[in-house]
């Protein structure tokens, strides 16, 4: 799911009032003799009360509120493609369909996306199967051949630019935006339901040695290999990011102090090379700013120690 929550809300919000009013502008302009005025007036009511609902609630909704709220878009498309009149009115509404498919495919998971283009499909295809109109097939097709390559297109798309935004390109781990993101939503989860959370500064010891002795591409790939040894030994909830040069951060869901001291001795025999570390477990009203901070502390009473 997008990182987000207000920008696709907002969007699918925008989704509904401009379905909203073109239904209007389709009730006040009938095309067709037949053309559903009284559904289409009913559609735009639905729309824009919709959209202005979403927009009103984009900071507070659930993500699973976006799913439903998408897949309602799909369900009255199919209402719409059931009373068209004419062909053209039912392949009319593939710029909805498509529209649906790539929201979807650029806020959700690509096996979401996926589900949502199929499900819009569906929906249109069945409705337009019990219409009245004739001679939409062939163009049908096309449609929903469209639908499904251009979600898949973008969610593949997505997918790679999620990644590389969220991606020290360096070490291949979390970037310091990805991880305080994900780390904040942890360490709000924690506050919830009282389980222990622990977090880590790690700083490389005489880092700036082996560039000047050696190289930076010696540095580049001291990281490389760290960052690797450190990931093999984690857990697989424990998030490791890259904070910036040769500090790095490390979430440990579930741990507390002694726990999260377990962890630092079992990584310190991963690696001949050393480093300095400050632990601090999150506390009822901690943000990610103030746990980071008692971290940070530590570490620097630690290295001053060790220079001392």
């Not at 010696?218 to 857990?235: I, K, N, P, Y």
């Amino acid at each position: 799911m997008y990182s987000g929550q207000r920008t696709p809300t907002s969007l699918l919000a925008a989704l509904y009032a401009i379905c909203g009013v073109l239904c209007w502008i389709g009730a006040a302009l009938p095309m067709h003799p037949e053309t559903p005025v009284r559904l289409l007036w009913a559609l735009g009511a639905v729309g824009l009360g919709a959209g202005a609902g979403l927009w009103w609630g984009a900071a507070r909704l659930r993500p699973w509120v976006l799913h439903v709220a998408l897949a309602l878009v799909s369900v009255l498309v199919g209402v719409l493609a059931w009373r068209s009149a004419t062909a053209v009115g039912v392949i009319g509404l593939g710029p909805v369909q498509i529209s649906v498919g790539l929201y979807a495919a650029h806020f959700f998971s690509l096996p979401a996306a996926r589900l949502h283009a199929a499900f819009a499909v569906l929906c249109a295809g069945l409705g337009a199967w019990a219409a009245a109109p004739s001679g939409f097939l062939a163009p049908w097709i096309a449609l929903a051949v469209s639908v499904a390559a251009l979600t898949e297109a973008q969610g593949r798309l997505a997918r790679r630019l999620r990644t590389a935004a969220g991606t020290d390109p360096l070490t291949g781990i979390a970037n310091r935006r990805a991880w305080e993101e994900q780390a904040a939503r942890h360490l709000a989860r924690a506050a919830r339901s009282g389980e222990p959370l622990s977090f880590a500064i790690l700083d490389l010891d005489d880092f700036k040695e082996v560039n000047d002795r050696d190289g930076h591409s010696a540095g580049d790939d001291l990281l490389r290999e760290l960052t690797a040894t450190w990931s093999r030994r984690l857990r697989k909830a424990d998030l490791l990011g890259r904070y910036g040069g040769d500090e790095f951060v490390l979430l440990l869901p579930a741990t507390d102090d002694d726990g999260a001291r377990q962890v630092m001795d079992q990584l310190d025999a991963t690696h001949p090379f050393t480093w300095t570390v400050g632990l601090a477990t999150a506390r009822p009203g901690d943000t990610l700013d103030t746990v980071l901070a008692r971290a940070d502390a530590q570490l620097y009473r630690r290295k001053r120690g060790r220079i001392s």
